[in-house]
């Protein structure tokens, strides 16, 4: 049966244009899923059915299962078994009746513009890796860019003429973000003189940011990298590798920008993920009106 798994995976990449980030998400869950059937003595696709779905949800809350995670598997299987019908390899999928479990979104964690200022200065400047580590940061403020993308770039990302900054985003979809002159001279600077330093001695695979090692940096390394700088400077929020992205569309809302434009700087889809952050900033108001107002 887990070649069904292949045969989708290829569907999400070739067809869908997933990212690989998203592909390797439903692999993760189908794998654990076939593997519990394997267990169960299941070996045939059509004897899986909506009680057998069932069973294997009931033991991984027993497990004490993240809620969010439950709901991510419910929508791997569903567009799996969709699929298997689509392409006649199933008459019905067992997901029909799946009851759908409805999550409030958390509000995203963000950063004030004094703790943004503060968190840019943490870096040491005067070592090569500190100096990369200042630009990278504020290059991700000033795009809001996905974790992801700013590890992805090249110089040849940037358009230093007009401006602008090419990414590659979730479903290999291509956006252009605008940054701002002052942050275009440190990555020039950076580049030049910086750059060369950590690059001495080891092979250029081209990325902006290296590693200490010459090659990609990992979300994993960024995210001990935003620990480090968010502790030395003594910022308490828990802040994680998208912390920046959302301060940058909250503080863009917060001074008047409008939805659709920031839709697509951040290269959201749908305007509904984008909307998160317009209760970010009525909270945010309220807030205020509470603590300020004399008849609050």
């Not at 440190?186 to 330093?197: C, N």
């Not at 590693?211 to 502790?231: A, P, T």
């Not at 909307?275 to 004399?294: A, C, G, N, S, W």
């Amino acid at each position: 049966m887990f070649d069904l798994i292949d045969i989708f995976l290829n569907y999400l990449q070739l067809e869908k244009g997933l990212a690989e980030n998203s592909v390797a998400a439903y692999r993760r869950d189908l794998f654990k899923f076939f593997t519990w059937l394997e267990k169960k003595k299941i070996s045939t696709i059509k004897e899986v059915t909506f009680y057998v779905i069932q069973d294997f949800f009931a033991e991984e809350k027993r497990k004490g299962i993240k809620e969010t995670s439950i709901l991510r598997m419910h929508s791997s299987f569903r567009q799996f078994f969709l699929f298997l019908k689509r392409e006649g390899k199933i008459e019905d999928s067992p997901t029909n009746n799946l009851e759908s479990i409805k999550t409030r979104k958390k509000s995203p964690v963000f950063l004030t513009l004094e703790e943004v200022l503060t968190l840019l200065k943490a870096p040491d400047a005067n070592e090569s890796l500190g100096g990369r580590d200042a630009v990278m940061l504020e290059l991700l403020y000033v795009t809001g860019l996905r974790v992801s993308e700013l590890m992805d770039l090249t110089l040849n990302s940037i358009d230093f003429e007009i401006g602008l900054l090419r990414t590659m985003g979730k479903g290999s979809k291509e956006r252009v973000v605008p940054v701002h002159v002052d942050t275009l001279k440190k990555v020039k600077a950076y580049w030049e003189e910086v750059r060369p330093l950590i690059m001495e001695g080891k092979k250029d695979y081209g990325y902006l940011f290296p590693n200490y090692k010459g090659g990609r940096m990992s979300r994993e390394g960024f995210w001990k990298l935003i620990k480090k700088y968010s502790l030395k400077c003594g910022i308490l929020k828990d802040i994680s590798p998208h912390s920046l992205r959302h301060s940058f569309a909250t503080h863009l809302l917060e001074n008047g920008a409008d939805l659709r434009s920031l839709q697509q700087m951040l290269g959201h889809s749908d305007i509904s993920t984008t909307e998160i952050y317009t209760h970010v900033v009525k909270e945010k108001l309220q807030k205020v009106h509470k603590e300020f107002h004399p008849r609050s």
